[in-house]
């Protein structure tokens, strides 16, 4: 069963507009979450975290909302540009446990 | 600072053959990880080692040994290795709980 679910296999988005990327999870245990980005033949990389006890967390133009009634969160990318093209994988952890990430969501970037 | 480091980049092995991943990383973390990623699987934790000297099973341990050779250090070892081991496996590390540094990944085919 599947704790953290990214249900978008892929995502196109214009240039210059807003990317929206979401994910859903079961556990309510879980208290931080956190995006990480991933290029072709490269590891994943840190992108934005965001604790249960806030519900936004803005880092430039990233920005992660957490709805912890809905068990939602989703991160905003404006404006989207070109670089922005990768896998993004979302992922949770309970109390400083092991990071639970979700299926990732590719996102293309059109110029 | 070279961060985190995984050899080889990429292998082919025969059913029944066996080899180690190392994974090496120079950031002084306590903790390291062992997953892999599978197309619409996302990255599934095999093994970690939350201190030297110690070792614990992840998601999916079947088939995999680890050990945790210094800090520094926290190889992978297949033993007999099966079609379904086919994957891309990704070393991580980390001080605090939550936020791990990847390396660039390897690529294992099992025929």
């Known amino acids: 069963d599947q704790q953290v679910k990214q249900n978008s296999p892929s995502l196109s988005v214009q240039e210059g507009r807003i990317s929206i990327l979401n994910c859903d999870y079961t556990n309510s245990m879980f208290d931080y979450f956190l995006w990480y980005k991933k290029y072709p033949a490269e590891g994943p990389t840190f992108l934005i975290s965001i604790s249960s006890i806030k519900d936004k967390n803005e880092d430039g133009r990233f920005t992660v909302f957490l709805n912890k009634s809905a068990k939602h969160l989703s991160l905003h990318i404006v404006p989207s540009q070109p670089g922005d093209s990768a896998v993004y994988f979302c992922?949770?952890?309970?109390?400083?446990?092991?990071?639970?990430f979700g299926a990732g969501t590719i996102l293309r970037v059109k110029s | 600072n070279a961060g985190v480091t995984q050899t080889p980049k990429f292998q082919v092995l025969k059913t029944g053959q066996s080899m180690t991943l190392q994974c090496a990383q120079d950031?002084?973390?306590?903790?390291m990880y062992w997953y892999r990623q599978d197309p619409g699987m996302g990255l599934r934790l095999i093994y970690y080692s939350a201190s030297e000297g110690t070792t614990d099973k992840g998601e999916v341990p079947n088939g995999y040994n680890v050990s945790r050779l210094n800090k520094r250090e926290f190889s992978l070892r297949l033993e007999s290795a099966a079609p379904s081991q086919t994957s891309v496996y990704f070393c991580?590390?980390?001080?605090?709980?939550?936020?791990?540094?990847f390396g660039p990944g390897t690529r294992l085919t099992v025929t």
């Open positions: 950031m002084n973390h306590n903790s």
């Open positions: 992922a949770a952890s309970a109390y400083g446990n092991k990071l639970v």
């Open positions: 991580a590390s980390s001080e605090q709980p939550y936020e791990q540094y």
